[in-house]
Every structure is written in structure tokens, then in C-alpha cells.
């Protein structure tokens, strides 16, 4: 089932706040409301924040009752630099978004240019599918008949149009014979493992157990794990991989305990030009720090930090799962090379 379509004008999305305990669908019909419903983490995941993105900019499109295309192209523009700003890390969201501006940059109607924004991100989001099931494909390479997997996050169908990252690796790997079993971390502040991969590990009947993410030490230093397998939001050209805040922590301890580290994601992730120390973190509101569920969890105007991703260095990943195979140390070598015989 895709957690994202479009219908009639409309877009529907599976509301992931409302997760596990409602299946609520999001019927949007703006921009703006796209746009709000990315930053309150209603559409989450990198890959799915870019298809959004894009469908996002068609509404804008049909919603302008014009006859003058210039000024069509110029509006999607003002309203692609907002949508970008929404939430920055994750390099999907502008990739879709410059997928969009290229395809309408040679048309000259107000049609034509609402036809191709719609096109292009129907094709966005059904490249996202295929894409997943390659990289599940892939993946099946470095998972063996009795691995217990570490997974943070959520990378799943909920974090993507369907099938998912890492998670899609663990569910077509299951789905293929493997018996593995799953560690899946909570991920606070916002416990998009205990919420959302916990319900999708759940529906697909794949064996599991969830932990606080402090015991991830604890289960590593116990033997309990054979490889940790996590999604990125942006990998840059030397391997840093910024991902949901808490994976450096888990490549850390993997290091320390021998434990391979995987990292999987489309090529839409991956970032050539930016250097690790401009990688735009998001810093998000210090109350999904001090609350819990809505209930202040600290003392009142306690100051708190809340980065929504961290960095993780190349020498800590021990591949990266693409959905034209797997790329191995040295990155700052291989992932270049890697790229260019793609395109
Ligand atoms: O803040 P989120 O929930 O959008 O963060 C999601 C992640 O960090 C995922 O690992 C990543 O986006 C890949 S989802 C297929």
C-alpha cells in the first residue's frame, strides 16, 4: 500500500503523527499545506519528503487561474524556495524540487506547465517504489539466515512511497525465506521506532523486539546483534552520512563491538558538492525535548537541545546500499566514481 497519492486533485497522505494508534489520511490541497504538514512530521522520511514536495508544487500550479505561464513558473519557483527551506537536511527535498523546476523550465503554457509538474512527480513517486524494491534487491547481498539487525528510525513504507530503505532491505529479506529478527530502537524525541516501525515490522509479521535507545550499548556488548542497518537523509561525496539523531551513537558502539554498519539510501540522497561541516542540520522545537506525549517531562523553562539529525563519519560505514549496488570504502574514492558511471 503507497502512503502517498494523488487523487482528483488531491493529495492523500497516511498521517504518520497519528501512527501507530489511528490510520488517519491527510487529504491536501495546497502548497501550504503540504509544506505544514513536512515540518509537523505528518510526511516524514527524506524520499517521501521530496515526492511530497513535488506534488506539492503541482497543487500550487492547478490553484493559479491565470493565462500567463512566465508568471505560473515564476510562482512555482517562489513556492519551491519555501517548500525547500521546510525542513533542510535531507537532500531528497530539493533534489525533487529541482527535478520539477528543470522539467517545466521549456514550457510555454499555463497547461503544459501543469500537466509536466503533475507528470513528473507521479514519476517521481513511482521511481521512489521501484527504486526501493532495487535496493531491497541489493541489499539481500549482506543479510544472512539468522541475523538479528539493529534498525533506528524509521525507514520503512512510512518514510517512503512503499517498501522503504533499510526497512525495505529487512521486509524483502524476510519476505525471501531469511529468518532474521529485528532490534528496533524507540528514537526519541519523536519515537519514530516505537510508533512506526514497530507498526510496520508488525503488519508484516517480520520478529521483533523494541528498546530504549540507551540500550543499545547493552544489546551490542551482549552479543545480541549481528549487523545494524539504518536509511540517511543526505550522504556526501567523502561517505559522511547524516542521518536521525543517534545513528553516530550506534556506528560508534558497532565500531567498538566489531558489528557491521550498513547504511541504505536511493542515489537522490547523495550530495556531491557539500562539505560535511555545511550539512544543514535541522534544529527542531526544544519542546518534543521537555515533553513527552504533550506532558512536560522536566522541570518548567528548562533550555533544551533538539538536533533532528547527527553525521556519522565514512569510516564508521561499512557499505552503502544503492539501487545500483552496494558501495565499499573509499568513499571519497568509489562514491564520485560510482556516480558518474550512473548518469
Ligand atoms: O525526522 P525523520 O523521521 O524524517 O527522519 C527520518 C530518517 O532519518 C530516515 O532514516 C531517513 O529519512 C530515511 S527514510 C527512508
Redo the contacts with the bound molecule.
Sequence with gaps: MRSIFFKEGVLFALD?SRLPHKEVWLRLRSARQVASAIRE?RI??????GVAAAYGLALDALKYRGNDANRLRDRVLKTSEYLRSV?P??R?LSWAIDRCLKAIEKEDTVNGVKKRLLEEAEKIADEDVET?LKIANNGLEIIMDGDRILT?????GL??VEY?????IIRVAWEKGRKIFVIATE?RP?L?GAR?TAWELKKYGIPFKLICDSMAGYVMSKGMIDKVL????RILATGHV????G?LTLSILAKHYGIPFYV??PLS?FDLTTKPEEIPI?E?SQKEVTHFLGKLITVKDVEAMNP??DITPPELVSGIITEKGIIRRPYSENIPKFYQQQF
Design positions: 504518520s512530521m516524514r522520511g527524506a524520499p517521501l519528503i525542513r537536511t535531507g531528497n526501493n533506528h528510525c524509521n525507514t520503512g518514510g517512503t522503504g530503505t533499510a526497512l525495505g528514537t519523536l519514530q512506526l539504518v536509511g540517511a537523509d547524516a542521518n536521525k539523531i545513528t541504505a539510501a540522497t535541522e527542531r533532528a539529525f
